[in-house]
């Protein structure tokens, strides 16, 4: 899931449903941006291995000139995780949201030893104080690493995410069958899993079996499509 985006071999048609579970591999994944159905940008998502049993997501935002008023398409974000008990386990978190006069930063610490997480920088003073943590917790931008982990056909999820100051619940309903996801001359058999509990702000991630990050994540407000971002292209990390 991205925050404020609310929570990213070619040229084989992919065919199948998602797994149910995969195991986590090293990757970097290179997505065209839109925004209101017009391309606006590009984007990249990455996970690499850390020292020890740590990982790093990392998701970087770029909008083109004409686009670059717009928050949600000029963002860089990265989460440090482990994993425990087959759950990701944010370890810290940071957002840096990049505007023509004016940046912001937001530095997250999970501390699961005392069960709180925090945040600093240029945040709402409401959002500076710890947070209680529960096992499962997750950090945004770790839903997309988690709906690759546990869409199947029909299956409903539920995640807690603490990000940025904030305690939210997510829940996703995976469609029944795959669904045909094209972009340019790339076509991917991929679940739909939509957010349940969003109201008119949705979210909705395409799932396609054998690929580690999503195809396709749509930002929906209002019934209007926002935020669009779709794979052009992956490949695994040595």
Known sequence: ??????PLLLGLALAGSAAPTRALEPFVASYQAYNEGKLAGNA????????GDQWQIDLNVKGTRGFARLAGLNIEQSTVFDTRDGQFRPLSQATVRHALLMGKKMVGTYDWKSGTAQWQGDIKKNRRAPLPLQPGDMSALLMNL??????????QLAYRVVDNGRVRDYQYVVSPEPETVTVEDLSYSALRVSRSNGGNDETIFWVA?????PVRILQREDGQDGVDLRLVEYQGVP
Do not use: E, H, Y
């Open 1 to 6: 899931m991205l925050s404020p985006l609310r």
């Open 44 to 51: 990249s998502m990455k996970v690499t291995p850390r020292a």
């Open 209 to 213: 079996d054998g690929v580690p990050t």
């Open 146 to 155: 988690a709906v690759i982990r546990d869409a199947a056909p029909g299956k």
